[in-house]
């Protein structure tokens, strides 16, 4: 089982459908590094030398932001947008939506489960 970036690979996958299952990097950033670093894209994990692996690690190590790095990133983001008191900040702040959807009907999974209201049967 390979491990990169702190998560372990599964191996049975193509090296593209693999590396997505590291947190930052997605299908494109995939390919991208299977390009750079020679891989073609229909290998699998288990048919890779330790080098090749090695040469994945470090071309990741050197050119993305992953997992508890990028993690701690987000979360300072957030953080600051909230301390400053931005708008965005504000919604994070009580738990709403933050990107403009309406908040009137739906927006459960940011809200969580509906509140009955008392008194409100005609």
Not at 31 to 50: K, M, P, Q, W
Not at 93 to 111: E, I, M, S, Y
């Amino acid at each position: 089982m390979a491990r990169i970036a702190g998560v372990n690979i599964p191996t049975g996958k193509r090296v593209p459908i693999a590396l997505t299952y590291i947190h930052g990097i997605g299908p494109k950033a995939a390919a991208d590094i299977c390009t750079a670093v020679g891989i073609d894209l229909t290998r699998r994990v288990n048919e890779l030398s330790d080098a090749e692996v090695l040469a994945v690690r470090e071309h990741i190590d050197a050119n993305y932001t992953v997992e508890g790095d990028l993690r701690r990133e987000v979360s300072m983001n957030i953080k600051r947008m909230m301390d400053i008191g931005s708008y965005r900040g504000l919604r994070h702040r009580r738990n709403l939506p933050v990107r403009g959807q309406r908040t009137h009907t739906n927006a459960r999974t940011r809200k969580g489960p509906a509140k009955a209201i008392a008194g409100k049967k005609k």
